[in-house]
């Protein structure tokens, strides 16, 4: 039994910093009206006459925007996508088409056609899921039925890789389409769907081996090879596509539900702890310049995607939901509180596509792939924070919110306990995690009623204390939803750091449980340069926020590349002093002695190089690096150090 992200309806409130974020996405993106409109047009136009894979936009909007909606209950937001499933709807030809293309450049079928549905039938299907439009699933069947009849298995129709004219990610990447079209067939409860996506599973060995210009994806039995420890992620294709490779991944996880094949099951766990062994950087990110590569090519300058981030925190929720392991949940922390929010700007209006470590992210710009799949992940950020656990609550990432189990209608947010006498249960989150360690939870159950509470133990909080009405509790350690016993420790009252610590008793109105998680400093060393790290948040020296003495140009003065870190000592809590962050940026800030180094010699006239800065020693100013998006100009999440020895 493991974990499963609450309903969007449970949450009544959101607030700290991924609060902020998911509200600022929600106001500055989703209802941006004329990006949205723009999105639906296109579907109404029907003049699109590139392989530019930009029809996804309309299913992503779909997707984020009803998520945002019903968690904010923004009414509305919510007009507003049921209208715009209307018009997609009314924009469906006769034979179940859904697209932006041209009648005469689909010559039959275009290039990443089903990317686009990939999303557009996800976005659909969330549509009646949330807002419980019909009409969305209708649209979605109808063209579900349409890729049947056009593409798979069969006389006539397109293999998922391919020659296709106009293909603009050399070679077809249709294994991706799986997914959407799984969790349709599971909903209409059409077994056809669902036989139509074994058949197609069942080709793409064949399908691989003659299509080896179809890069972005790759046979499944590779992905078994990578899945038993046999290949490398790098070796599915030469140069395989890591989000693309996550959605397949995806796809395989939903035939798994719709079948009870445990094969798919451990393909995809066992590739989803590859990728998280060998792939993900310490920010949560990876990939490079949107692929997986070997390991000595990759460099803290290189690209990190956003869309490939997007869906491995869909796979580390999937992993979550079947096992429970508080790894997973880990995973979804660092992603989101790191490299993710990084890539957001502060103001949630838009997104880079890259986020490097170690460079000046690109200028953000028009729609394109991650300024849509940023949104996505945000607009339903909030239904990560808990999930239910058979009869128990689980506390996935702490920030400051307030969610309530209710028995009422909305689907997924019925009572807690034993499900015959499930009563409704308020649970009220005070923190300012991440940026301080102490959490506390309220409880307020309609009446006494026992059940279990897990609360994940990050692996780098060793030393946590839970304090229940005041008091050391007893808990237990192990994944979340197993009960005594198995492989948890007895309730000792230590709290296992990497694991869930389950409290279970019966839980009376107003109880309250403390989490105190120490929040140390941590370095990430290697032989020349390291990273910071304090409780969950990777830290990064951001050029615009040195007291630079030598102001121009907004504090363009000592960049990343010049400085040095004096790292004169093995306790980091003595190397750094915490100090308050700039109003409105995620903190604290840490200060730590560095030294500048020389400048080279960059002057024709002798008498300029001489005036140019010496090594000199200041204090530097780190801040996490999810506040990359508050400001711009050069940042590094890894910095050159020094012992301090050669100032004497
Ligand atoms: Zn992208």
Same mark, same amino acid.
């Given at each position: 039994?493991? @974990?499963?992200?609450?309903s969007?309806?449970?949450i009544?409130r959101?607030g700290?910093? +991924?609060?902020?974020?998911? +509200?600022?996405?929600?106001?500055k993106?989703?209802k941006?009206?004329?990006?949205?409109?723009?999105?639906?047009?296109?579907?109404?136009?029907?003049?699109?006459?590139d392989?530019?894979?930009?029809?996804?936009?309309?299913?992503?909007?779909?997707?984020?925007?009803?998520?945002?909606?019903?968690i904010?209950?923004?009414?509305?937001?919510?007009? &507003?996508?049921?209208q715009?499933?209307?018009?997609?709807?009314a924009?469906?030809?006769?034979d179940?088409? %859904?697209?932006?293309?041209?009648?005469?450049?689909?010559?039959?079928?275009?290039?990443?056609?089903?990317y686009?549905?990939?999303y557009?039938i996800?976005?659909?299907?969330?549509?009646?899921?949330?807002?419980?439009?019909?009409?969305? +699933?209708?649209?979605?069947?109808r063209?579900?039925?349409?890729?049947?009849?056009?593409?798979?298995?069969?006389?006539?129709?397109?293999p998922?890789?391919?020659r296709f004219?106009g293909?603009?990610?050399?070679g077809?990447?249709?294994?991706?389409?799986?997914?959407?079209?799984v969790l349709?067939?599971?909903?209409?409860?059409?077994d056809?769907?669902?036989?139509?996506?074994?058949?197609?599973l069942?080709m793409?060995?064949e399908?691989?081996?003659?299509?080896?210009?179809?890069r972005?994806?790759?046979?499944?039995?590779?992905?078994?090879?990578?899945?038993?420890?046999?290949?490398?992620?790098?070796?599915?294709?030469d140069?395989?596509?890591?989000?693309?490779?996550h959605?397949? %991944?995806?796809?395989?996880?939903? %035939?798994?539900?719709?079948?009870?094949?445990?094969?798919?099951?451990?393909v995809?766990?066992?590739c989803?702890?590859?990728? &998280?062994?060998?792939?993900v950087?310490?920010?949560?990110?990876?990939?490079?310049?949107?692929?997986?590569?070997?390991?000595?090519y990759?460099?803290?300058?290189?690209?990190?995607?956003?869309c490939?981030?997007h869906?491995?925190?869909?796979?580390?929720?999937?992993?979550?939901?079947?096992? *429970?392991?508080?790894?997973?949940?880990?995973?979804?922390e660092?992603?989101?509180l790191?490299?993710?929010?990084a890539?957001?700007?502060?103001?949630?209006?838009?997104w880079?596509y890259?986020?490097?470590?170690?460079?000046?992210?690109?200028p953000?710009?028009?729609?394109?792939?991650c300024?849509?799949s *940023?949104?996505?992940?945000?607009?339903?950020?909030?239904?990560? !924070? =808990?999930? &239910?656990? *058979?009869?128990?609550l689980?506390?996935?990432?702490?920030?400051?919110?307030?969610?309530?189990?209710g028995?009422?209608?909305?689907?997924?947010a019925?009572g807690?306990?034993?499900?015959a006498?499930? @009563?409704?249960?308020?649970?009220?989150?005070e923190?300012?995690?991440?940026?301080d360690?102490?959490?506390?939870?309220?409880?307020?159950?309609?009446?006494?009623?026992?059940?279990?509470?897990? !609360?994940r133990?990050?692996?780098?909080?060793?030393?946590?204390e839970?304090?229940?009405?005041?008091?050391?509790?007893?808990?237990?350690?192990?994944?979340?939803?197993?009960?005594?016993?198995g492989?948890? /420790?007895?309730?000792?009252?230590?709290?296992?750091?990497?694991?869930?610590?389950?409290?279970?008793r019966?839980?009376?109105?107003?109880?309250?449980?403390?989490?105190?998680?120490?929040?140390?400093?941590?370095?990430?060393?290697?032989a020349?340069?390291?990273?910071?790290?304090?409780?969950?948040?990777?830290?990064?020296?951001?050029?615009?926020?040195?007291?630079d003495?030598?102001?121009?140009?907004?504090?363009?003065?000592? =960049?990343?590349?010049?400085?040095?870190?004096?790292?004169?000592?093995?306790e980091?809590?003595?190397?750094f002093?915490?100090?308050a962050?700039p109003?409105?940026?995620?903190?604290?800030?840490?200060?730590?002695?560095?030294?500048?180094?020389? &400048?080279?010699?960059?002057?024709?006239?002798?008498?300029? /190089?001489?005036? !140019?800065?010496?090594r000199?020693?200041?204090?530097?100013? !780190? %801040?996490?690096?999810?506040?990359?998006?508050?400001?711009?100009?050069p940042?590094?999440?890894?910095?050159a150090?020094?012992?301090?020895?050669?100032n004497?």
């Open positions: 039994m493991g @974990v499963v992200s609450i969007p309806a449970s009544e959101i700290g910093f +991924l609060g902020q974020r998911f +509200l600022n996405n929600k106001e993106r989703l941006d009206w004329t990006l949205a409109e723009e999105f639906i047009s296109m579907y109404e136009r029907k003049s699109h006459q392989w530019f894979w930009i029809g996804e936009q309309a299913g992503k909007w779909l997707d984020a925007a009803a998520y945002a909606a019903v904010s209950r923004d009414e509305a937001l919510r007009e &507003r996508v049921l715009a499933v209307d018009r997609l709807a924009s469906q030809e006769r179940g088409y %859904l697209g932006i293309t041209a009648p005469w450049h689909r010559t039959p079928v275009r290039g990443m056609q089903l686009e549905w990939y557009l996800h976005g659909l299907l969330v549509c009646h899921e949330l807002l419980g439009s019909e009409r969305a +699933l209708e649209t979605a069947q063209l579900g039925k349409f890729i049947m009849r056009t593409w798979g298995v069969g006389e006539g129709r397109f998922l890789m391919g004219p293909n603009g990610h050399d077809g990447e249709g294994t991706l389409i799986l997914e959407p079209m349709l067939g599971m909903r209409t409860g059409d056809s769907v669902i036989r139509w996506c074994v058949e197609t069942q793409w060995d399908w691989a081996e003659k299509y080896p210009e179809s972005h994806t790759g046979s499944y039995s590779m992905m078994k090879a990578v899945a038993q420890g046999e290949a490398e992620l790098y070796d599915v294709r140069n395989v596509h890591a989000h693309t490779l959605m397949t %991944l995806l796809g395989l996880a939903a %035939l798994h539900e719709a079948t009870g094949e445990t094969e798919y099951r451990q995809v766990l066992g989803v702890d590859r990728i &998280r062994e060998t792939m950087f310490i920010t949560g990110g990876m990939s490079s310049g949107e692929r997986y590569v070997p390991y000595p990759y460099n803290p300058r290189n690209d990190i995607e956003v490939p981030m869906t491995w925190i869909l796979l580390c929720a999937q992993a979550l939901a079947w096992t *429970g392991e508080a790894r997973y949940a880990e995973e979804i660092r992603t989101l790191n490299n993710f929010l890539a957001q700007r502060a103001d949630g209006s838009n880079h890259m986020m490097p470590m170690n460079r000046p992210a690109q953000v710009g028009t729609p394109n792939c300024n849509s *940023g949104p996505r992940i945000a607009g339903r950020m909030p239904t990560f !924070l =808990y999930g &239910r656990s *058979g009869q128990g689980a506390v996935n990432l702490y920030c400051d919110s307030e969610v309530f189990f028995t009422g209608p909305a689907p997924g019925g807690l306990g034993e499900s006498n499930a @009563v409704s249960v308020r649970v009220r989150q923190t300012s995690y991440p940026s360690g102490r959490v506390e939870l309220t409880l307020e159950p309609e009446r006494p009623c026992r059940f279990p509470l897990y !609360l133990i990050p692996s780098w909080a060793k030393g946590t839970v304090l229940l009405n005041g008091e050391r509790a007893a808990v237990s350690s192990g994944a979340a939803g197993e009960g005594f016993g492989d948890r /420790n007895p309730a000792t009252g230590d709290a296992a750091p990497g694991t869930y610590a389950m409290i279970e019966e839980w009376r109105p107003g109880d309250r449980v403390e989490i105190v998680l120490p929040m140390p400093i941590r370095l990430h060393r290697g020349r340069e390291l990273a910071v790290l304090r409780g969950p948040l990777v830290y990064a020296y951001f050029q615009s926020q040195q007291d003495p030598q102001r121009f140009y907004w504090n363009h003065g000592l =960049y990343p590349d010049d400085v040095e870190l004096v790292i004169d000592g093995d980091p809590h003595e190397l002093e915490e100090e962050a109003e409105g940026w995620l903190g604290p800030a840490l200060r730590v002695r560095a030294v500048q180094k020389p &400048r080279a010699p960059m002057f024709a006239h002798e008498a300029a /190089n001489q005036r !140019l800065p010496g000199k020693e200041f204090s530097a100013r !780190l %801040l996490p690096f999810a506040n990359h998006g508050a400001q711009g100009g940042h590094a999440v890894f910095l150090y020094t012992s301090g020895k050669e004497g």
